[in-house]
């Protein structure tokens, strides 16, 4: 065999790729789905709590800025092994999946809520006594003239950290969750093949350069134009 056919046995190699495509496809949609669940958690709660800041109620603001930073400085792995192992010891017991969609999505509101706040800080103080002036309330102010602009400020940062975020799916191998990496490694193990690697590093390539394109392209749609 030589060493090009020793190559493509390895990591293209058509039996295993025909024996175990659709674990991979499972795993593939399983990442899909807690992929989209993430986002719209994370980014949904991220906008809450950044609202909620917008109040300046003192307590409830140190309550959530040492809440983000602990979030923010601890990695997500170190989340996940302490929720999924060290829950049941105190009578919690949540699956891999609830598990992981959990830290993801508070890790990515974590980030979200820093986003929008910094948002809604780069508005000028003008936009709200304008239309405060006008008889507009606190909160119809916030949600009419000052969200618009601030979300529109946040687009870039917003999709490069839901994309990070996003990534971290595959953590999920570490408590058995059957999304794309831990369905791959398993089947490589089965296979005593790289071929399923090969196979997932496809799989991810279809389902995040697309929502990289994305995020380009929602970041120049949202962009300011220069004069």
């Known amino acids: 065999m030589t060493r090009s056919e020793r190559f493509l046995d390895t990591f293209f190699n058509a039996n295993v790729m025909q024996q175990y495509l659709p674990d991979i496809v499972k795993g593939f949609f399983v990442t899909c789905q807690v992929a989209v669940l993430v986002v719209l958690t994370g980014l949904c ?3 809450i709590l950044a609202i909620i800041r917008s109040y300046r109620i003192r307590v409830l603001n140190i309550v959530i800025v040492l809440w983000v930073d602990l979030l923010r400085a601890l990695p997500p792995l170190v989340l996940i092994l ?3 192992f060290g829950l049941p010891n105190v009578g919690v017991t949540l699956s891999g999946y609830m598990v992981l969609w959990l830290v993801l999505s508070l890790v990515l509101a974590a980030f979200a809520e820093e986003i929008f706040w910094a948002g809604i800080l780069s ?3 003008g936009q709200w006594h304008a239309a405060r002036s006008t008889g507009m309330g606190f909160l119809t102010t916030l949600i009419y003239v000052i969200l618009p ?3 529109r400020l946040t687009i870039a940062p917003l999709t490069n950290r ?3 975020i ?5 953590l999920g ?5 059957g999304e794309l990496l831990n369905q791959a490694t398993t089947a490589q193990s089965f296979a005593g093949n790289a071929t399923p690697l090969m196979m997932a590093t496809v799989a991810y390539l279809i389902l995040f350069v697309p929502v990289v394109y994305l995020g380009r ?8 134009k220069r004069a």
């Open 149 to 151: 602009q601030a979300v």
């Open 162 to 164: 839901t994309i990070a």
């Open 173 to 177: 191998m570490v408590i058995g969750v």
């Open 123 to 125: 508005v000028d103080d």
């Open 166 to 170: 996003t990534k971290n799916t595959a």
């Open 82 to 84: 302490l929720l999924y």
């Open 45 to 47: 709660l991220g906008l």
């Open 217 to 224: 392209w929602i970041e120049t749609q949202f962009a300011w």
